[in-house]
């Protein structure tokens, strides 16, 4: 049994609706807890609206959530305007916290994993916050030296070698030491994650046909090949022209794959997994899922929105967890 948090997202999104659908399914599915911060003056909101037909309580300390038996338990935060279906100062203050919170109960090992639900960037920037994403705001949080963007599914995985960059500049912020990270951690969390024993990893060029031996670009040349034939002791290839690497469905002989930006591989992903890929940070130490979609504001608090990203974010940190306490 472990204890998870799911934290709100923008409130004024469909976190809150994919957090209840995926506890009722969750309760009858396993038998771990679940801890809930979020707005206090949201709780009641989502009783009326979608009537959590579950047992719950509502504590606010610690040592109550930690002495508690309860599954489920919301953690009332600072009360934030509640306007479904737009993002708001108050909304991306309230996610910031949200996942503040639950990750001070991770650090003080009060639960074992954090799933967060979908925040806007354009709320916590407007809030005062400087984070791209979750992403770099858990990397800054636990510490880390880097972290990595991780997608996964049953069908493909992959990692980021640049996160939320903007496509200018990808080039400038690309490095050998970057992709050499970024290489290790995605090897490090196959192995050690997800249980692989000698990850198979494919790595994309950045430029069309890969750079054309230099005719199309040159970072295949001086960053790409150098970092892929350091690890020679591994199975690290490539790389290889992206639409090629697709269209001839090459992840399929692959482990996972390495990306040099994110729509170069999130635009493939979403395709093959929209309801069933899951976010991952690694190169972290703690273990932090999230659904690959957005707050989708036209649809918040309509009963519309589709669980099962959230769902399947929840279950492969079950299986990180375990995988990682083996």
Not at 3 to 17: A, H, L, M, W, Y
Not at 109 to 118: L, M, R
Not at 125 to 153: C, D, K, R, V, W
Not at 295 to 312: C, E, G, M, P, R
Request: net charge negative.
């Amino acid at each position: 049994m472990y204890r998870f948090v799911f934290t709100s997202g923008d409130i004024n999104g469909i976190g809150p609706e994919i957090i209840v659908k995926t506890l009722k399914e969750a309760l009858v599915n396993s038998k771990h807890k679940f801890i809930i911060p979020i707005a206090k003056n949201v709780i009641k909101v989502l009783d009326e609206v979608y009537e959590l037909n579950f047992k719950y309580v509502i504590l606010e300390s610690d040592r109550e959530i930690a002495d508690s038996n309860e599954r489920v338990i919301f953690l009332p935060l600072n009360e934030a305007e509640f306007k479904p279906g737009v993002p708001t100062i108050y909304s991306g203050a309230s996610s910031i916290e949200s996942i503040k919170r639950g990750y001070s109960l991770i650090e003080n090992k009060i639960a074992d994993a954090i799933v967060t639900a979908p925040i806007s960037k354009e709320a916590i920037i407007n809030a005062g916050f400087t984070y791209p994403g979750h992403t770099e705001l858990f990397q800054e949080l636990t510490g880390a030296n880097q972290s990595t963007m991780m997608f996964l599914s049953r069908a493909m995985k992959c990692g980021l070698a640049t996160i939320h960059t903007p496509i200018r500049e990808v080039p400038d912020k690309l490095s050998q030491i970057q992709l050499r990270n970024t290489i290790n951690a995605v090897f490090n969390s196959l192995k050690d994650d997800l249980g692989y024993d000698n990850p198979k990893i494919a790595i994309l060029g950045l430029n069309p046909h890969a750079g054309e031996n230099g005719k199309l670009g040159k970072e295949e040349d001086t960053i790409i090949r150098p970092v892929i034939k350091a690890f020679n002791k591994c199975e690290i290839e490539g790389p290889y022209p992206a639409d090629a690497f697709f269209g001839n469905k090459f992840y399929r002989d692959y482990d996972a794959f390495i990306a040099m930006y994110h729509d170069q591989a999130l635009i493939p992903f979403k395709m093959l997994n929209f309801s069933s890929g899951v976010n991952f940070t690694a190169g972290i130490p703690i273990v932090r899922t999230s659904p690959d979609h957005g707050t989708a504001f036209d649809i918040a608090w309509k009963n519309l929105a589709d669980h099962l990203s959230f769902l399947q974010a929840f279950i492969w940190a079950e299986t990180i967890i375990t995988n990682r306490k083996v």
